[in-house]
């Protein structure tokens, strides 16, 4: 019926559509979706290259070897703008181990709203504006903020959507550095 | 190759089927607020003709008022095709000032029912088409750890006379 190599994504996807019920119940957010442990159940973070505020291309791919907090955010969103100071907080204090935070906005008016964000909120990983297909290939973004944890392997661990703890996202990434 | 039985196949697809809401981008997904149909708007010819657009808010759900208190923030805003009407004024109901806890500011919301109410001059001579008048709310919902993506709703309001 489903071959080896397709299984993983398929329980992957069902893993994250497991979401949906959550986006049709009257509270979202506050989700977490922890990857299977071994290994072979992982799914693959989706590749993608964008550029950032400087024109400069950000592939993920580049970013293997690398413990990754990918964060699907937008400039009107509430809840977005508490966990900012923390991913900044967070790209300070882990850079050097082997971490990035990549932020991927979903605004529709990109970076004339996205610009002055990046230096009022005085970010120091790289920011990108995101399209609704890239979106999909994360199997869609229902609400934001919406973040991935990826290993090193380039392997999602976890998923997040809704405002997470501070706390839980520092477990979560000194737990794959 | 491995193979896998036939009920967890099933399993998938049928959790598949049912994220298919879902999984559109950045677009589908839950709607938090619905413009509730009215009753058909009376006209008189010369006259002003007020217009009630009412709006059911999701529960635990919150949309940004007309005029937010956060530069970042999409207001709620209702806008009107062209008609031979002439509208005058658009009036939102008082907001809500509520502190969320993410962020450090009250922010001015709307929350369970509102009605915006837009006024329009009505012409002498109505055209015999005139049967009703189309428009579109757009508006931006959270709850109080997420937010969905902004959306506009058409609203159709039946006119008589």
Redesign the interface.
């Known amino acids: ?4 190599t397709k ?1 993983p994504l ?2 992957a ?2 893993a ?6 959550c ?2 119940d ?5 989700s977490t979706v922890e990857a299977a442990s071994e290994n072979k159940e992982l799914t693959p973070a989706p590749n993608f290259t964008l550029k950032d505020v400087e024109g400069r291309e950000v592939t993920l791919a580049d970013y293997k070897g690398k413990v990754v907090l990918l964060n ?1 955010w ?9 966990e900012m100071p923390w991913f900044v907080e967070f790209q300070r204090k882990y850079k050097d181990q082997g971490f990035s935070v990549i932020a991927v906005s ?1 605004d ?1 008016e990109g970076w004339e ?1 996205v610009r002055p ?1 990046t230096e009022e909120y005085e970010l120091n990983f790289p920011v990108v504006v ?4 890239m ?2 290939e994360f ?7 919406t973040t991935f944890i990826i290993d090193k392997e380039g392997r999602i661990r976890n998923s997040h ?3 997470a703890g501070r706390g839980e996202y520092e477990e979560e990434i000194e737990a794959l550095l | ?6 009920p967890l ?1 099933v ?2 697809l049928l ?2 089927a ?2 298919a ?10 709607r938090a607020a619905t413009v509730v149909p009215g009753a058909a708007v009376k006209l008189q010819p010369g006259k002003t003709a007020e217009v009630s657009v009412a709006i059911q808010i ?4 919150h949309i940004n008022s007309n005029a937010p208190a ?1 530069e ?3 207001p709620t805003k209702l806008t009107w095709g062209s008609s031979s009407l002439q509208l005058t004024k658009t009036e939102y109901p008082e907001a809500e000032t509520v502190n ?4 450090d500011k009250p ?1 001015s919301v709307y929350s369970n029912k509102i009605v915006i109410v837009s006024h329009f001059a009505v012409p002498e001579k109505m055209p015999a088409s005139l049967t009703e008048l189309k428009g579109k709310l757009r508006y ?1 919902a ?9 959306k506009t709703a058409n609203v159709t309001v039946r006119l008589s006379r």
């Open positions: 019926m489903f071959s080896s299984m398929l329980i996807l069902v994250l559509l497991g979401f949906s019920s986006v049709e009257a509270t979202v957010g506050g699907f937008a400039t009107w969103c509430g809840p977005c703008k508490i979903l529709d709203v964000f995101g399209t609704n297909e979106a999909d199997g869609g973004v229902a609400a934001l903020p959507m809704g405002l | 190759m491995r193979r896998y039985s036939k196949a399993v998938l959790g598949l049912s994220g809401l879902w999984a559109q981008g950045f677009s589908g997904g839950l999701r529960p635990n759900y956060d970042y923030l999409i969320y806890s993410f962020s922010l931006q959270c709850n109080n750890r997420a937010c969905l993506p902004p």
